[in-house]
C-alpha cells in the first residue's frame, strides 16, 4: 500500500535559519505530491505541489523538488520566520489502483522557529 | 470566493450517542473527502463523494457514514459514539480531477466523554 514517512519533530530552528524536512514516499502508482501546513486551532493549508517527475513545487519562499529515483519529496526554505512555525505534513494522491482523490499523510513535522 | 465552511466547530457527546457533521465545499467544487485527526493515528481518509456518489472509503468501521447532496454538501454520521472517537474531523474540497488539490476546512473538534 501507499505509505509517507517525514522526518519526525519537533524541530527548532532560529529565525533566519535553513530548513529541511524529509519525506519519502512509497506508491503503487505515479502519485502527485503535496505539503501541506496546519497553524494551531486550523485546518490545513495546501503548502506546494508536484505531480510528475522532477517537478519543482514552490510557494511562499518553500521548495520541494519530486524525486522519483530516491522516491522523496524535502521541502527546504532558505530563510525561515517566526511566522512558519506549525506542523507540516506531507502526503501522496495515488492516481492508480482506484485510489484517486484519497491523501495519504505523513505524521506531520513540528517546527518552532524562535526570535 | 469562500473557503471551505465546517459546522460545528466544537461538539461535545456522550458515549453511545450519534453525531453529524455538515461540510459544504468550494463553490464548483463537486468532491468532497473526510478524514479524521488524531495524536495517535495522524490523518486518516474516512470516504470521498463526488456528485452526490461514494467514490472511495477508507478502513472504518460502518458506525462511520456520510452523504453528499445535490449541491455538494456533504455530511458525515457517527453512530454508537465510542471515546477512541474524539478526534477533529476535517473535510475537503476539490473539483474532483485526477491531480486536483484538496481544500480544508476548519474542522469540526469533536470531543466524546
Known amino acids: 500500500g501507499n505509505s509517507v514517512t517525514q522526518m519526525e519533530g519537533p524541530v527548532t530552528l532560529s529565525e533566519e535559519a535553513f530548513l529541511t524536512i524529509n519525506c519519502t514516499y512509497t506508491?503503487?502508482?505515479?502519485?502527485?505530491l503535496f505539503w501541506y501546513v496546519q497553524y494551531p486551532g486550523e485546518g490545513l493549508q495546501l503548502l506546494l505541489k508536484?505531480?510528475?517527475?522532477?517537478d519543482k513545487g514552490s510557494n511562499k519562499g518553500f521548495e520541494a523538488t519530486y524525486r522519483k529515483e530516491t522516491t522523496s519529496f524535502h521541502l527546504e526554505k532558505g530563510s525561515v520566520q517566526v511566522s512558519d512555525s506549525a506542523v507540516y505534513f506531507c502526503?501522496?494522491?495515488?492516481?492508480?489502483?482506484?485510489?484517486?482523490?484519497?491523501?495519504?499523510f505523513g505524521k506531520g513535522t513540528l517546527l518552532t522557529v524562535n526570535p | 470566493k469562500a473557503g471551505v465552511t465546517q459546522t460545528p466547530r466544537y461538539l461535545i457527546k456522550t458515549r453511545g450517542q450519534q453525531v453529524t457533521l455538515s461540510c459544504s465545499p468550494i463553490?464548483?467544487?463537486?468532491?468532497v473527502s473526510w478524514y479524521q485527526q488524531t495524536p495517535g493515528q495522524g490523518l486518516q481518509f474516512l470516504f470521498e463523494?463526488?456528485?452526490?456518489?461514494?467514490?472511495n472509503k477508507g478502513n472504518f468501521p460502518g458506525r462511520f457514514s456520510g452523504r453528499q447532496f445535490s449541491n455538494s454538501r456533504s455530511e458525515m454520521n457517527v453512530s454508537t459514539l465510542e471515546l477512541g472517537d474524539s478526534a477533529l474531523y476535517l473535510c475537503a474540497s476539490s473539483p474532483g480531477l485526477p491531480r486536483a488539490e484538496q481544500y480544508f476546512g476548519p474542522g469540526t473538534r469533536l470531543t466524546v466523554t
Open positions: 502526503a501522496l494522491s495515488d492516481e492508480s489502483g482506484g485510489s484517486n482523490y484519497k491523501l495519504t
Open positions: 463523494y463526488f456528485s452526490e456518489t461514494q467514490r
Open positions: 463553490s464548483g467544487h463537486r468532491s
Open positions: 506508491a503503487t502508482g505515479y502519485p502527485s
Open positions: 508536484a505531480t510528475k517527475a522532477d
